[in-house]
């Protein structure tokens, strides 16, 4: 029998880590604290992956698990644990990257921000398969280390009327004639209309749209249908007169109109606290010059020209740098914001230096992180005295941290995590890094 072991820390993707027979161990399951049995299911010489077995002494942060899917479905992985506990937890995985993989430490930990822990999420890919064992279709999130859909009936992150579609959406995907031939529908929602794009591999009859209209009309949403591979493609099948897909700011006066498959923040009222936190860290002032990589369709440099300064948003999807600037012209910010495409990615210090001088940066890069960014300020003048870093992904933001402090001359003077993805292992935080005076 294997011994108990205790539970030490969570690692990134919500797992507790604990030392057994010089061993690392990665429990599901597990909370810091804990003392646990816990059975293998992947063993190397050096670690073992396992699932939990007894929680033989349990952790205060333990809670009782409030989706019937949670242990099946592979879209949760921590409602075992207060929400609170796990902000709590997502700081420390945030400081100890910031040690260990920057070798950098913040000098101010900023308050975490905390929103609702349920009915947060308003955007999701579901996968949908038809499956004759079960009777029919299912729709959902994959399950836990598996390509197979969950038998999902309810989902609690996403909105209640959301997640009560589920099982419409189950039926109506199953009287269709094409109904081995919808792999996928991704949820988009905003403020004054909800949209299901179906991703749809052949044709539908005209039998299968006098079903789709129906339930339109029945669930008060919109169907877009994207028969081809790229998401752009997408179009509105039906209601075709919907209100316009959009989010606000009101703070800003901002708003932002979006198509269903352009990346936008999932969680639309934690987004508004990520935005006002940026740019009071920014602090953006008239007549500075500010740049916004990784813009996306204009989340914070809109914010940001709304305060006064010029704003030069970059960012790789030309769909995307389109967007931003209708959102711009929209917003009547087109006369202080520019939109440039570029492949961030693969940029460097002459490239950087070719985009003149910037006061402030703010820098909101995908998982990979901003290395190429980073590695292109120059150390003198010529680098922006302050810049503000919003990241999804702790590892690469303290990689990235580490070139500027140690290598460019700045210091890290605040940092912190904003609750974007509860009951995930997801991190989403910010930090702020100014110029050592010199
Ligand atoms: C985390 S999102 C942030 C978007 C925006 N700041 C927001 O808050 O909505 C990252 C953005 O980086 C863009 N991106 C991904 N890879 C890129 C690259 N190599 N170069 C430039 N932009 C890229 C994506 O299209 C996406 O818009
Ligand atoms: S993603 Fe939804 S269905 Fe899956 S465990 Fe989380 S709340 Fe439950």
Same mark, same amino acid.
Not at 68 to 77: K, V
Not at 115 to 120: D, E
Not at 229 to 250: H, I, R, V, W
Not at 381 to 387: D, E, K, L, W
């Given at each position: 029998?294997?011994?108990?072991?205790?539970?030490?820390?969570?690692?990134?993707?919500?797992?507790?880590?604990?030392?057994?027979?010089?061993?690392?161990?990665?429990?599901?399951?597990?909370?810091?604290?804990?003392?646990?049995?816990?059975?293998?299911?992947?063993?190397?010489?050096?670690?073992?992956?396992?699932?939990?077995?007894?929680?033989? *002494?349990?952790?205060?942060?333990?809670?009782?698990?409030?989706?019937?899917?949670?242990?099946?479905?592979?879209?949760?992985?921590?409602?075992?644990?207060?929400?609170?506990?796990?902000?709590?937890?997502?700081?420390?995985?945030?400081?100890?990257?910031? *040690?260990?993989?920057?070798?950098?430490?913040?000098?101010?930990?900023?308050?975490?921000?905390?929103?609702?822990?349920?009915?947060?999420?308003?955007?999701?890919?579901?996968?949908?398969?038809?499956?004759?064992?079960?009777?029919?279709?299912?729709?959902?999130?994959?399950?836990?280390?598996?390509?197979?859909?969950?038998?999902?009936?309810?989902?609690?992150?996403?909105?209640?009327?959301?997640?009560?579609?589920?099982?419409?959406?189950?039926?109506?995907?199953?009287?269709?004639?094409?109904?081995?031939?919808?792999?996928?529908?991704?949820?988009?929602?905003?403020?004054?209309?909800?949209?299901?794009?179906?991703?749809?591999?052949?044709?539908?009859?005209?039998?299968?749209?006098?079903?789709?209209?129906?339930?339109?009309?029945?669930?008060?949403?919109?169907?877009?249908?994207?028969?081809?591979?790229?998401?752009?493609?997408?179009?509105?099948?039906?209601?075709?007169?919907?209100?316009?897909?959009?989010?606000?700011?009101?703070?800003?006066?901002?708003?932002?109109?979006?198509?269903?498959?352009?990346?936008?923040?999932?969680?639309?009222?934690?987004?508004?606290?990520?935005?006002?936190?940026?740019?009071?860290?920014?602090?953006?002032?008239?007549?500075?010059?500010?740049?916004?990589?990784?813009?996306?369709?204009?989340?914070?440099?809109?914010?940001?020209?709304?305060?006064?300064?010029?704003?030069?948003?970059?960012?790789?999807?030309?769909?995307?740098?389109?967007?931003?600037?209708?959102?711009?012209?929209?917003?009547?910010? /087109?006369?202080?914001?520019?939109?440039?495409?570029?492949?961030?990615?693969?940029?460097?210090?002459?490239?950087?230096?070719?985009?003149?001088?910037?006061?402030?940066?703010?820098?909101?890069?995908?998982?990979?992180?901003?290395?190429?960014?980073?590695?292109?300020?120059?150390?003198?003048?010529?680098?922006?005295?302050?810049?503000?870093?919003?990241?999804?992904?702790?590892?690469?933001?303290?990689?990235?941290?580490?070139?500027?402090?140690?290598?460019?001359?700045?210091?890290? *003077? /605040?940092?912190?995590?904003?609750?974007?993805?509860?009951?995930?292992?997801?991190?989403?935080?910010? /930090?702020?890094?100014?110029?050592?005076?010199?």
């Amino acid at each position: 029998m294997i011994a108990p072991v205790t539970i030490e820390s969570l690692d990134q993707e919500g797992r507790g880590v604990a030392h057994a027979q010089g061993k690392v161990i990665f429990i599901e399951g597990a909370l810091p604290g804990e003392v646990v049995t816990y059975n293998p299911y992947r063993k190397k010489s050096n670690f073992e992956m396992a699932q939990v077995g007894q929680v033989l *002494k349990p952790a205060y942060a333990r809670v009782t698990p409030q989706c019937r899917h949670f242990g099946t479905c592979g879209g949760c992985s921590l409602q075992h644990m207060d929400a609170r506990a796990q902000v709590a937890a997502k700081q420390r995985i945030l400081e100890d990257n910031l *040690k260990h993989i920057g070798k950098v430490e913040s000098e101010l930990i900023l308050p975490a921000v905390y929103g609702a822990a349920w009915g947060y999420r308003y955007r999701a890919r579901l996968s949908v398969r038809y499956v004759a064992k079960k009777g029919g279709v299912l729709v959902g999130f994959h399950e836990k280390r598996s390509s197979f859909v969950a038998d999902m009936q309810a989902c609690e992150v996403m909105p209640l009327h959301i997640s009560r579609l589920i099982l419409p959406l189950r039926e109506l995907v199953g009287s269709l004639s094409i109904l081995d031939r919808i792999p996928q529908i991704e949820v988009s929602l905003g403020e004054e209309v909800d949209v299901l794009v179906l991703r749809i591999l052949e044709p539908l009859t005209s039998q299968d749209e006098v079903l789709l209209t129906a339930f339109a009309d029945r669930h008060h949403i919109q169907f877009f249908l994207q028969p081809e591979g790229s998401p752009q493609t997408a179009y509105p099948f039906y209601p075709k007169d919907a209100p316009e897909l959009n989010y606000t700011l009101p703070e800003f006066d901002i708003v932002m109109p979006f198509h269903p498959t352009e990346f936008t923040q999932v969680n639309p009222a934690m987004n508004r606290i990520l935005v006002r936190r940026a740019l009071n860290l920014l602090d953006p002032q008239p007549g500075e010059r500010i740049a916004d990589l990784f813009c996306g369709l204009g989340n914070f440099t809109l914010p940001i020209a709304r305060r006064g300064a010029y704003v030069a948003g970059y960012e790789g999807s030309a769909a995307m740098v389109r967007r931003a600037g209708e959102n711009a012209k929209r917003n009547g910010l /087109a006369r202080n914001t520019q939109f440039v495409e570029a492949n961030l990615f693969e940029i460097n210090e002459a490239w950087m230096q070719g985009q003149g001088y910037f006061d402030k940066m703010l820098i909101d890069p995908p998982r990979e992180g901003a290395i190429a960014v980073v590695n292109s300020l120059g150390e003198g003048r010529t680098a922006p005295p302050r810049i503000v870093y919003v990241s999804c992904n702790p590892a690469t933001l303290a990689r990235d941290a580490g070139v500027l402090v140690q290598g460019k001359g700045y210091l890290l *003077k /605040a940092a912190g995590v904003v609750n974007m993805f509860p009951h995930t292992a997801h991190v989403e935080s910010i /930090a702020l890094f100014e110029k050592a005076a010199v």
